[in-house]
């Protein structure tokens, strides 16, 4: 499985608007990759936001990532995104 992830800010604001258009986001990208098992939003102590996708392989996240910038409701969710970072991994051991 591969787990990329950002770890960015959001306006605490914006919080409510940024869930909103996230969750469109990816439908929008499960409806075109179904290889998207999951995502998960965590907000850590000091208010950052981790974002992380997990999907079945690095093949079907490569592609969905080529694809992203054609889907009408990234921009959108990115739009509200400050401070962002990317990391790519896969799962080595998972308990």
């Not at 960015?8 to 098992?37: C, F, K, N």
């Not at 990234?74 to 790519?88: E, H, Q």
Request: no cysteine; charged share 25%.
């Amino acid at each position: 499985m591969e787990h990329p992830a950002q770890h960015y800010t959001v306006d605490p604001a914006d919080v409510p608007e940024h869930l909103a258009q996230r969750s469109r986001a990816a439908d929008a990208i499960r409806a075109g990759h179904p290889g998207l098992i999951k995502t998960r939003l965590t907000r850590l102590d000091d208010g950052t936001l981790t974002d992380t996708w997990h999907w079945d392989t690095a093949e079907q996240m490569r592609a969905a990532f080529a694809d992203a910038l054609r889907i009408p409701t990234i921009g959108p969710a990115m739009a509200l995104i400050r401070d962002n970072s990317a990391l790519n991994g896969e799962v080595i051991d998972e308990r």
